[in-house]
């Protein structure tokens, strides 16, 4: 599927910008593409990668990953058959899903791509998706987040009435997307276009030796003593109270840390005043604080759990590391070649004559001709669409109807194409079968939600 999305619009973005006299933007647009493919993305993407994967390696060599994936295994068993119920890609797949619901970007990708390459520990047909690496892909490309924080950062910073508006809305369009994604997933996994067939398998090396299980080259961690249970309920129950404190009085949390910071780091320059939350929902206070302790815990509790079984942390976090650089660096061919074919339509301004095809036949169904432009750029580009969002804002104003449908289309969708670049190019899957299909529908129904509910809810 991806190969004849890549040659369509590399072969559109010529012939429409030969049309527009827009050749040169063609040119630019692939170039730039390709520099913003490597240097933006991917050498960022390998710090990012190195410090998560560490961290995953502690929590797997600990056995914390293997323990998590058994308290969910009749959820995760109905969702991924073929996989084991306690294979390490369940626990991986876990933390990814709850990072994407938490909007912690930083941790979701990097978590997502250790997951990928537990999946792929399991593929018979090496360089083919299999069904469970496209379930996957349908819930990362559905983005279900409790809540969207940058279109709430961007409402906010316009002055709305009410930037937190969009919380349910997106949650429910995101709930509908998960769920049209999972399902197109599983319908189309058995047709015959999308079938894994033999031929297409990678044949390993001659004379290669068959490599070791992770069962066989991992012991077994040391059982946790009293004191080191003492230690982690220690923790846990601090962790706990700074939450309910951020959440019931978060003015009360904020001066006291602005006056300790203070104490210890004389300030040379004054700081901007915390923003009180307490106007806000209890709901997106709960969230928003769960969110931000999030990370700091992780990146605590996995080497403090993994030290207390007798796990070696530093020496395992390195090698963990190790394992970020060189996922990053399978990623960047097929970071390039997306990313160009998606530069050059851009160019040679495919999204306008879309959008131009398109309004006459939207606008009488109420879709707003303004969130063309969001719509199309979504599953391409991020950075695009933020953009794009921002001047809807801007020029709509942030408490109107179709800036709120944006706003929501924004919180419960993903840039499906990177996504499929990223996390297939870090396995070298090559042949995606049916996952474009199932992320793209995923896309659709969250847009089409999303108008329902703002016109149920707003209008």
Known sequence: MLNYLWLGLITLAVLIGGATGRLPEVTAG???????????????????MALWLGMMRLAERSGLVQKIALVLRPVLRRLFPEVPADHPAMGSMLMNMAANMLGLANAATPLGLRAMRDLEKLNRVPGTATNAMCTFLAINTASIQLIPTTAIAILATQHAQNPTAIVGTAL????????????VAKWLENWPM???????????????????????????????????TLAISVMLAGFAALFAWMTINPAGYHAFTADLQDRLFPPTVTPAPWTDSSAQPAFVRAVGTLSLLAVPFMLLFFPLYASLRGVKVYEEFVEGAKEGFQVSLRVIPFLVAILVAIGMFRGAGGIEALKSLLAPVLTPLGFPPDLLPMVLVRPLSGSATTGLFTELVTRLGPDSLTVRMAGTIYGSTETTFYVLAVYFGSVAVRRTRHAVVAGLSADLMSVIASVIICRLMFS
């Open 172 to 183: 429910l369009a995101s709930l509908c997307a998960t769920a049209t994604g999972l399902v």
């Open 30 to 48: 692939a170039f730039q593409s390709a520099v913003t493919a490597v240097m933006t993305i991917a050498l960022p993407l390998a710090g990012i």
């Open 194 to 228: 999308f079938r894994v067939r033999p031929e297409d398998a990678v044949a390993p090396a001659a004379g290669a030796a068959p490599a070791a299980t992770e069962s066989e080259l991992t012991p077994e961690p040391a059982p946790l003593s009293a004191r080191g």
